[in-house]
Every structure is written in structure tokens, then in C-alpha cells.
């Protein structure tokens, strides 16, 4: 490399150095300025800092039908005066479709798969109240495990009972 170009470098880097420096010590310097006119601004001006404090208050509340709350809202009286239908519960194939097909239509994990009818006999014999205990309980058995309600908890007992009854109806 020459001397000419060597020099080059040099001064590019020195130039280079100067401006970030430069920058930095304006950031400082800008920083600290606003911090204070910011400050001095939110004082003197108590407008500003209530517009502040409104924009930051939630945008609403959650009111409970017939509970006592600040102030009673349109919704939450439109809410109080009808009240929410009780959903339908559903019935065996349904539910199958829904929390049982994922094991029993493939047979994942040692679950007998529907409509099998030599993998549900030995089952079936056993009778319906062990069917539902099994169902509704969980069971540890030797070809595999199932979960209480199949894992989902949210179903009625109802509801798993008529899907048992729909698996046992498909594999007789």
C-alpha cells in the first residue's frame, strides 16, 4: 500500500471518528435539554398532564349482569334483560367427532379403534358402567392409556356417556 493511500486512510478514519463523536455529544446534549423543557412542560401546563392521564386509563370495564358496579351501562343492562342461552348438550357422535376420534378413529395409543368389533368385545363384556367408570375417570390397562374424559374436561358427563354408548352401538 502507498504512502498517499495510507494517508487517505487515515484522515478518512480521523474525519469518521469526528462525526460520531460529534453525534454522540448532540444526543447528550439534546437528551438532557428535553428531559428538562419536558419536566418544566408537564408543570406548568396541567392540561397536558390531564389529557395524559385520560389517555391512559382503560379503555372500558367489564360489567357483570345484575352485579352492583359505578355506573350502569347500556350493554350491561341490554345484557341483564336477556339472558344468554344454555348451549344444547351434545350427543355421542358429536362429541366422538369432537375429543374421541383423535385416538379411537386411528387407534392411537392402544385405544380401540371404532367400529373394531374384536378390540371393543372383550370391552363391551365388561359392561357399560366400567365403560363409563373408564370414560369418565381415565384407565391405565395394558395395550395403553386413556385419559380421564379423554383429556377434555370441559365435556359433561352426560356428554361422554352418550359417546361411549355411540362407540359401543358402532362396534357390536
Known sequence: MSTHDQRFFDVFILV???LVAIAVILIFIARSV????????????????QGVSERLKPAGSAALPGAAGPEETPVAA???AKAAPVAAPLSGPQVFNQACNACHGAGIG????????????A???QGDATLYKHALEGFQGAT???PAK???ANLSDG???????????QSR
Open 110 to 121: 392402544g385405544a380401540p379403534k371404532n367400529g373394531d368389533k374384536a378390540a371393543w368385545a
Open 16 to 18: 469518521i471518528g469526528s
Open 144 to 146: 395403553g392409556f386413556m
Open 78 to 80: 341490554a345484557v341483564a
Open 34 to 49: 428535553g428531559a428538562a423543557t419536558q419536566t418544566l412542560w408537564v408543570r406548568e401546563y396541567p392540561v397536558y398532564g
Open 159 to 169: 356428554e361422554i356417556t352418550a359417546a361411549v354408548d355411540y362407540m359401543v352401538s
Open 150 to 152: 379423554g383429556g377434555w
Open 123 to 125: 370391552r363391551i363384556a
